[in-house]
């Protein structure tokens, strides 16, 4: 087959919700991809942030190839070494808490919305999430979306979920109540345009939360697993949420969501309660374990730090050139680029010279490369993005 023959398979057979770009891509390893006419294309967002230690990682391709022959799926009766091991090594590396397994990070979402309302008093029905956050696509998940776009074509939506603007304080205290069982809340947005939470902000949520009996949940679908130069983004805050989210890096390119819950929130959830079919499978998890394994004997924790202030470094030089660029924010490997113009076309010019990048909020370009990002690739994409804003920037 050619581009041409798979295009025209997809549009034939495959329903057209995704806005794709006009490549096929066959190969992918660490921080390259490979289309079918053998193009190379150094990429910054690697699957949306899901492949966070490169595509194709030696230790993760290694584990899932020897899983699949010997268990690939094993359903909720039964136990698997497998889910026990990787909740085990979540768990000491976060604060301590009890791992719910499924597949993504809406599904991950969906799980702690449920656990809060199965852990907090009846009464208890309401969720204040942030203005511009993104927590998936299910139905719930998507209510707890602040924003209008996603929601359109879908109302009416499920009750109780109010949106409050990111880091404002006094909105917060104006949305509590006590019919609030939960504040969901990302500490860096992603989609949202790469917003950080004040420090003030995190400690009020807590103490918000603590006053009013509500639990916290931090959606770290996007800053888990290392990216942000901690385990998890909370960390870099002096609090302790009652659940987080993960998922995308989590399985180093295998599907996987996880809750990781305070052991008193967690019992909360008995036999019956919530379940996942393919939750925990023991491809899945033995993919997690070696996306542990690999970050720490790896040290891309450190890398994380160390590439992510080169490369902010570097940003700010670009920036220095190019007055369409305002300023530049976000925290280790994940970084937005805050244009005075819309991106897209940047976007499309980067990948035509061969470098993938993202654009959100429609002036935010967003980075999000591999914890194995090397300070060459880094220069390559600098020089890829100085070429592309000095054909696109308005004259």
Not at 182 to 195: F, R
Request: charged share 20%.
């Amino acid at each position: 087959m050619n581009t041409q023959d798979v295009l025209s398979m997809y549009n034939d057979y495959v329903i057209c919700n995704y806005g794709r770009l006009p490549r096929v891509i066959v190969k992918g390893q660490n921080n390259t991809l490979w289309d079918m006419e053998g193009r190379q294309i150094l990429d910054l967002f690697p699957g949306w942030a899901v492949s966070g230690i490169g595509h194709c990682h030696p230790k993760v391709v290694e584990a899932i190839c020897k899983q699949a022959a010997q268990l690939l799926h094993m359903d909720n009766t039964f136990y698997t070494a497998q889910q026990a091991q990787l909740a085990k090594l979540l768990s000491e590396r976060s604060f301590g808490g009890k791992c719910f397994f499924c597949n993504s990070g809406a599904e991950a979402n969906e799980a702690a919305l449920k656990l809060a309302r199965k852990a907090t008093p009846r009464e208890k029905y309401k969720f204040i999430t942030a203005e511009k956050s993104f927590h998936g696509r299910t139905l719930a998940a998507v209510t707890a979306t602040g924003q209008p776009k996603y929601h359109e074509g879908f109302l009416p939506l499920p009750a109780g979920f109010n949106y409050v603007p990111f880091n404002d304080i006094d909105a917060l205290h104006a949305a509590f109540d006590e019919e609030v069982a939960a504040v969901m809340i990302e500490p860096i947005q992603g989609e949202g345009g790469i917003n950080e939470a004040t420090a003030e902000y995190m400690q009020t949520i807590r103490d918000l939360c603590d006053e009013h009996g509500a639990l916290m949940i931090l959606d770290e679908v996007q800053t888990g697993m290392g990216r942000t130069g901690r385990w998890f983004g909370y960390q870099h805050f002096e609090v302790t949420p009652d659940i987080i989210t993960l998922a995308k890096a989590l399985g180093g390119g295998v599907a996987i969501g996880a809750i990781i819950a305070k052991p008193e929130i967690a019992q909360c959830f008995v036999p019956g309660t919530h379940a996942s079919t393919f939750g925990g499978n023991p491809l899945a998890c033995a993919a997690g374990i070696a996306v542990v394994e690999a970050i720490e004997s790896e040290k891309l924790i450190d890398n994380a730090v160390k590439m992510g202030d080169y490369i902010h470094r570097k940003l700010q030089q670009l920036k220095e050139q190019h007055p369409v660029i305002d300023h530049i924010r976000g925290k280790g490997l994940m970084l937005g680029v805050q244009l005075t113009m819309p991106g897209a076309s940047i976007v499309s010019k980067c990948l035509e010279k061969g470098l993938r990048i993202n654009c959100t909020q429609e002036t935010v370009l967003r980075l999000m490369p591999s914890m194995t990002i090397t300070s060459q690739e880094i220069d390559r994409a600098i020089e890829i993005m100085d070429q592309a804003f000095a054909e696109g920037e308005p004259k």
